[in-house]
């Protein structure tokens, strides 16, 4: 992909030194530090409260020299592909909504490291990047990336990324168009069965709208950049992950569709071009 060099979105919060959740996990840490001392030191009051002043400084070191340590090269180039794509993203969308009734909301992303709070509460990077609709923030932690290349078997590459990005975006376009409220309001009083398969078609549709945005970045894109996109789409199915982490498959348990599935709305959206196009949810009618 050619990016280096073109508009990076003011929109990026990096968190990566910076972690907003860090109080909370000095805290913590500062509590660990006083307990183990307390516990070592025989735990009298005295002791507890020697132990509190020297967790403190411990605990203040801890967290002076990793909030302020120094992104490294290969993170700095990362941060500066995720803000060239957002901007890109916030171009397709702002031209593709234009003169609606629903015209583009700029979002944020978050760029963090382990733990973040979110308006939708805090949450780790075990849970993948996801978007927020209470603060209009997608939530990225690069780690994922790493996983989805050694753990998920992608092929990685810097389309990867801008795919993984264009469909969290696109959760975004859907709380904009009013669909997300929609589909939540028809998985109340329905089975799990059948809020798993609205799931599915809201996760599509942003694989649709990851594709759409793909068709209007073309003059940006590289020989091998829509198949580290399929690629990308291909080991997040839930078919290959369940197949991987339990070693069966179970359909009905399936919250964002196949590999197939999610492939096969990704270059429907990056083919045609046309947000029209994109009714995953015809299907389950
Ligand atoms: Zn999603």
Redesign the pocket.
């Known amino acids: 992909m050619d990016w280096e060099g073109r508009r990076q979105s003011d929109n990026v919060e990096d968190q990566r030194v910076n972690p907003t959740g860090g109080l909370v996990t000095g805290g913590g840490i500062v509590g660990l530090v006083i307990y183990l001392l307390v516990t070592f030191l025989g735990g009298s009051p005295q002791t507890a409260n020697l132990a509190s002043q020297v967790g403190g400084k411990l605990a203040n070191e801890f967290i002076t020299t990793h909030a302020n340590r120094q992104l490294t090269p290969d993170e700095k180039k990362i941060g500066k592909l995720v803000a060239t794509v957002f901007a890109d993203t916030e171009d397709v969308w702002t031209e593709l909504l234009k003169n609606t009734k629903t015209p583009y909301r700029y979002p944020k992303l978050v760029l963090f490291t382990g733990q973040v709070s979110t308006g939708c509460g805090g949450a780790s990077s075990a849970v993948g990047p ?2 927020c609709p209470v603060d209009e923030k997608v939530y990225l932690d690069l780690d994922f990336y790493n996983e989805l290349k050694h753990r998920f078997g992608a092929i990685g590459g810097d389309f990867s990324i801008a795919y993984i990005i264009a ?2 975006v ?2 975004h376009v859907q709380n904009i168009l009013g669909t997300s409220s929609q589909v939540r309001k028809a998985q109340q009083g329905t089975s799990q069965i059948g809020k798993n398969k609205l799931s599915v078609a809201l ?1 599509l549709q ?1 694989d649709f709208y990851a594709g759409i945005f793909a068709h209007y970045e073309q003059k940006y894109l590289d020989a091998g950049d829509i198949d580290e996109a399929l690629s990308a789409a291909q080991a997040v199915g839930d078919d290959a992950i369940q197949r991987r982490v339990r070693g069966q498959v179970n359909p009905d348990s399936f919250t ?1 569709g196949t590999s197939e599935q999610r492939k096969y709305w990704f270059t429907k959206g990056y083919q045609t071009g046309d947000i029209n196009q994109g009714n995953t949810f015809a299907q389950l009618k």
Do not use: Q, S
């Open positions: 996801f978007y469909h969290e696109g959760h996760e942003a964002h």
